[in-house]
């Protein structure tokens, strides 16, 4: 199994920022991809930003400019640095990681259990 442990959520004012860490342990071979991912209650999950083994990062267009996700591949964690917070930031941030178990190319997705970031007005 795998477990990603998420922290660093929290209760911010508007322009604030915060940083969230996820890591990973368990069983596993390598993790290819990881990211965070916001959902609001009644809505789908969405993507916030992505970072691959290569260092290739993928940002949502909301989060631009003011987000920044990075990787200590030493530790299997992720970080994600948000600044100049809004309130439409607010929601449950979901880390999820992609791993393999062996040397084949057959990776697993696995989340943890969400840290609630609320940006006050």
């Known amino acids: 199994q795998v477990q990603l442990v998420e922290s660093g959520g929290g209760l911010v004012q508007t322009g604030g920022s915060l940083r969230l860490s996820c890591a990973a342990s368990?069983?596993?071979?390598?993790?290819?991809?990881m990211g965070w991912y916001r959902q609001v209650l009644g809505k789908q999950r969405e993507l916030v930003a992505t970072?691959?083994?290569?260092?290739?990062?993928n940002y949502a267009d909301s989060v631009k400019g003011r987000s920044t996700i990075s990787r200590d591949n030493a530790k299997n964690t992720v970080y994600l640095q948000m600044n100049s917070l809004k309130p439409e930031d607010t929601g449950v941030y979901y880390c999820?990681?992609?791993?393999?178990?062996?040397?084949?190319?057959?990776?697993?997705?696995?989340w943890g259990q969400g840290t609630q970031v609320t940006v006050s007005s």
């Open positions: 970072i691959i083994s290569g260092g290739r990062t």
């Open positions: 999820n990681a992609d791993v393999t178990k062996d040397y084949s190319n057959t990776s697993f997705r696995y």
């Open positions: 368990g069983d596993f071979f390598s993790i290819t991809a």
